[in-house]
């Protein structure tokens, strides 16, 4: 499921800026800044990916940790649903 955070953060990156470059580099930006509102006001969803993963016995694998995992996870998700929100809003800016 596609947390409505990153829609809303693609919406408003688009509209709000007029160059392409902002709209493309930005949403790599937001990943981070997700990154960070989800230790915070989330934590219990990474307590639940790390319970999980340890339950069902996954090992992790060339040195990257669940935690690691979990963010990655997190990260890749914020910033693609960002830029690509970003550029649909910002084509359809440019079209009017």
């Known amino acids: 499921m596609?947390?409505?955070?990153?829609?809303?953060?693609g919406i408003s990156i688009g509209f709000a800026n007029d160059t392409w470059l902002y709209r493309i580099l930005i949403p790599f930006v937001?990943?981070?800044v997700f990154c960070i509102y989800?230790?915070?006001?989330?934590?219990?969803?990474?307590?639940?990916?790390?319970?999980q993963a340890e339950m069902k016995g996954y090992k992790a694998k060339g040195g990257?940790?669940?935690?690691?995992s979990f963010y990655f996870i997190e990260y890749t998700t914020a910033t693609t649903?960002?830029?690509?929100?970003?550029?649909?809003?910002?084509?359809?800016?440019a079209l009017f």
């Open 2 to 9: 596609i947390p409505m955070p990153n829609v809303i953060a």
């Open 30 to 32: 937001w990943g981070v």
């Open 38 to 51: 989800i230790s915070i006001v989330q934590r219990d969803k990474l307590d639940v990916f790390i319970t």
């Open 64 to 68: 990257m940790s669940h935690l690691l």
């Open 81 to 93: 649903t960002s830029l690509i929100f970003s550029v649909i809003t910002g084509g359809i800016k």
